[in-house]
C-alpha cells in the first residue's frame, strides 16, 4: 500500500471516527497603660471541667471526650522592666521595625509576638548588642503585641512590650522571563499511591519531586522540565538551578518534596534562597528552602566557629515542600534585597506573599545575625525560622507546607536538637491546627452559594488525622496539643463547624448520552479537580480526562486529553476550552443538589495507523453536559 494511499485511508477513517465520537509607614510609642507588669504570655489555666493531660486515654483515636474549652483573646498587659525606648514602626504595610536602647549587662535577647495575648510565638534570639529588628513576618491588617525579654548571665532580666495595627498590603508581583530545556523534560503519570519524578539539567543539577500517596485524587501526568536561564533576574545573586512542573496551578492535597543537587559552589556572601512562580514567569515570589541535614560538614565540633557564608558554601542538597505544581528553584540573595522584595513586590495570592515574607526572613537570619556563629547557635537557626512560619500561617494549605518542613528537619535533628525544640514547635503547630481549622469553618459559612472552599476539605482531613494519629508526625502533633489546655476540645468544636459546611460533589454515576463516568468525588468546585470518562466508539473503548481550573466556583477553564486504540491503529483527542456551572434542582430549602457542569472546548483529533499519522482541528459544536450531584456526606480526602 503507497504512502498516499495509506494516509488518504486513515484520513475517511477519522471521517467516520468524527461522527461517532463527539464525546465529549507610621511610628507608635510603647502604650502608657496605668497598669503593674505582669507576666506574659502565660496559657490560661486549665478550667475546672477541663481534664489535665495526663486525663487522656493513651489510645484516644476521638475527640468526643475532651470538654470543650473556649480560647478568648486576653487584654494587653503592658511591660517596662525591660530595654528602654522600645518602640515600633510600619516600614511597609505588614513589615514592623521594633528599635529599643540595648541593655548594659545584656548577652542577648528574646523576642515574641502575639496576635491574642495568649499564644505568643518566638521571633528571633539577638545577639547583646542589637537595637533593632524588623519583623518581616508580620501579617497585614492585624494588632500585633511585642514582648523583648533580656538575657544575662543570670538568666532572663525583665521585658517590655508594645502593640502596632498593621495595614493591607500592596500587590506589587514581579514578571520576569523562563527559558526552559524543553529537550529534557520528562514525564509520568501519578496516581493515588504516589511516585517519583527526577531529571539532571545541563549543569548537572538534579531534580527530584517525591509525590506522597493520596497528593492527587485519580491519575494525573506530571511533567517536569529544568529552566535554563531566566531574563529580568530579579536577585543580586545566580541563580542556581530552576524547574518546572506541569500541570500548572494544580494544588496538591500532600506537599511533595522537591530535593535540588547543586553540583557546584555557591557564593560565601549570600543566602541560598528558594523561589516560586507560575506559567513561563508570572507572579515570581520567593519561597523557603531547607538544607539537607546531611549535607552539612562533618568536621563541626564544639570548638569550632566559622563564618555564615562556609557554612552556606557547604550546602549542596536543598529540599522546597510543594503543594502547588509550577516553578521552582533556587538562587542567591543578600538579605537587603529579599527585605526589598517583600515590601516592594508583594506577589497577588496571600499564601505565595507569606511564603515570600518567610524566606526573606531567613535570608536575614542567614546573613545579618551575626557574623560567626558556634554550632548550638547554628543549630537554633532554623526552628527559630520555623517558628516565624508557624506565627504567619494563615490557611490549612500553609499549615501542610509548615509542617513538612517540620518533619524535613525533625528527620535530621540531633537528639539533642529534637530535645530543645520538637516539643515547643509541636505544641506551636498544634495552636495553628485549631486556628486553620476554626477558619476553615468561618470561610465555608461566609462562602458563596455552591461552593466548598478549598480549605474545607484540607482543614476536615487535619482533624481527622489529628484524632486518630494517621502517621508518626499526627501522633506526635496529638500529644503535643494534650499539654495545652483546651487545644483538643478547640479543634472537636473546629469540626463540629466543619460538619455544618455545604456538601462537597460527585459525577453522577450512571451512564450519560454513551458516556460512563469513571470519576467518584470533587472534594471543591473552586480548586483545580479532575473528571474521567470512558466511551465506545466503534467498539473501541475511549477514555478521556478533563482538568478544570476555577476562577470562581461557577466557571474556569478546562483542557483534557485522552483516547484509545482504534484497529491496528490509535485515536487520540486534546482538548481546550472554557466551562460553566449550571443549577438544575434545589431540595426543599432552597439548596443545591443537583447541577451540571457545561464545557465548550475546541479539540485536536490525533490518528495514526501502520506508523503513519494525521491531526486536525475542530469545535466541539455542542457543549458537553457533565451531570454532577451535591454529595449526600463529605467527600473525603484518604
Aim: hydrophobic share 35%.
Amino acid at each position: 500500500m503507497s504512502r498516499t494511499f495509506k494516509l488518504l485511508f486513515v484520513f475517511l477513517l477519522s471521517m467516520v471516527v468524527i461522527g461517532c465520537s463527539l464525546i465529549p509607614g507610621s511610628k507608635q510609642e510603647a502604650i502608657n497603660e496605668d497598669v503593674q507588669p505582669t507576666e506574659v504570655g502565660v496559657v490560661n489555666e486549665v478550667q475546672e471541667n477541663e481534664p489535665d493531660s495526663n486525663s487522656v486515654p493513651q489510645d484516644f483515636t476521638s475527640l468526643t471526650e475532651i470538654t470543650e474549652t473556649e480560647v478568648v483573646d486576653q487584654p494587653f498587659v503592658l511591660e517596662t522592666s525591660g530595654p528602654t525606648g522600645f518602640t515600633a514602626e510600619l516600614t511597609a504595610p505588614d513589615v514592623v521595625l521594633l528599635s529599643w536602647s540595648p541593655v548594659s549587662d545584656a548577652i542577648g535577647y528574646e523576642l515574641f509576638v502575639s496576635g491574642n495575648n495568649i499564644d505568643w510565638f518566638r521571633l528571633a534570639k539577638l545577639p547583646g548588642e542589637s537595637d533593632q529588628f524588623e519583623d518581616l513576618l508580620a501579617p497585614e491588617n492585624s494588632l500585633l503585641s511585642y514582648r523583648l525579654v533580656t538575657l544575662t548571665a543570670a538568666g532572663e532580666s525583665g521585658a517590655s512590650s508594645l502593640q502596632i495595627q498593621t495595614q493591607s498590603r500592596n500587590p506589587n508581583p514581579i514578571t520576569i522571563q523562563a527559558n526552559f530545556e524543553d529537550d529534557l523534560a520528562v514525564t509520568t503519570l501519578i496516581g493515588p499511591e504516589g511516585g517519583v519524578l527526577s531529571l539532571t539539567d545541563s549543569k548537572g543539577v538534579n531534580y527530584s519531586l517525591e509525590i506522597p500517596p493520596n497528593a492527587v485524587l485519580l491519575e494525573l501526568e506530571l511533567l517536569m522540565k529544568p529552566v535554563e536561564s531566566i531574563a529580568n533576574w530579579p536577585l543580586d545573586g545566580n541563580l542556581l538551578a530552576g524547574v518546572h512542573i506541569e500541570p500548572d496551578g494544580w494544588l496538591l492535597y500532600e506537599p511533595a518534596m522537591l530535593t535540588i543537587t547543586l553540583p557546584g559552589s555557591s557564593s560565601r556572601s549570600l543566602a541560598q534562597v528558594g523561589f516560586g512562580f507560575n506559567g513561563s514567569g508570572e507572579e515570581f515570589h520567593l519561597t523557603t528552602v531547607y538544607a539537607e541535614p546531611d549535607s552539612l560538614s562533618n568536621h563541626i565540633d564544639e570548638n569550632t566557629y566559622f563564618v555564615r557564608g562556609l557554612y552556606q558554601q557547604s550546602v549542596r542538597v536543598i529540599r522546597l515542600p510543594v503543594m502547588e505544581l509550577k516553578g521552582n528553584g533556587v538562587g542567591e540573595s543578600s538579605a537587603q534585597t529579599a527585605g526589598d522584595l517583600v515590601k516592594n513586590n508583594p506577589p497577588t495570592n496571600p499564601s505565595n506573599a507569606n511564603d515570600q515574607k518567610s524566606a526573606a526572613a531567613s535570608v536575614d537570619d542567614d546573613i545579618e545575625l551575626a557574623p560567626l556563629l558556634s554550632p548550638e547557635d547554628l543549630a537554633s537557626l532554623v526552628p527559630y525560622n520555623m517558628y516565624n512560619q508557624i506565627f504567619s500561617i494563615k490557611d490549612c494549605y500553609e499549615f501542610r507546607k509548615a509542617a513538612a518542613a517540620f518533619q524535613a528537619w525533625e528527620s535530621g535533628a540531633s537528639s539533642q536538637q529534637k530535645s530543645n525544640w520538637s516539643q515547643d514547635l509541636l505544641e506551636n503547630l498544634g495552636k495553628k491546627a485549631v486556628e486553620v481549622s476554626k477558619a476553615a469553618a468561618k470561610e465555608c459559612k461566609e462562602a458563596e452559594e455552591g461552593s466548598v472552599p478549598s480549605s474545607v476539605p484540607c482543614a476536615e482531613k487535619l482533624t481527622r488525622d489529628i484524632q486518630s494519629g494517621s502517621t508518626p508526625f499526627a501522633q506526635e502533633l496529638q500529644n503535643a496539643m494534650k499539654s495545652t489546655p483546651g487545644a483538643l476540645g478547640e479543634l472537636l468544636k473546629a469540626q463540629r463547624d466543619l460538619d455544618n459546611c455545604p456538601r462537597s460533589f460527585k459525577v453522577n454515576n450512571p451512564a450519560h448520552f454513551g458516556v460512563e463516568w469513571l470519576s467518584g468525588c470533587i472534594p471543591s468546585l473552586d480548586r483545580p479537580f479532575q473528571v474521567k470518562f470512558k466511551a465506545m466508539v466503534n467498539a473501541t473503548k475511549i477514555v478521556n480526562e478533563y482538568r478544570f481550573y476555577p476562577s470562581n466556583p461557577f466557571s474556569g477553564r478546562v483542557e483534557g486529553d485522552g483516547g484509545g486504540k482504534l484497529g491496528d491503529g490509535t485515536i487520540n483527542y486534546v482538548y481546550e476550552g472554557t466551562y460553566k456551572v449550571e443549577v438544575l434542582a434545589r431540595d426543599s430549602n432552597g439548596k443545591i443538589k443537583e447541577l451540571d457542569i457545561l464545557t465548550s472546548m475546541a479539540r485536536t483529533t490525533i490518528i495514526c495507523s501502520s506508523g503513519d499519522c494525521i491531526s486536525y482541528d475542530d469545535e466541539v459544536e455542542s457543549a458537553e453536559r457533565i451531570p454532577i450531584l451535591v454529595n449526600s456526606s463529605r467527600c473525603e480526602i484518604p
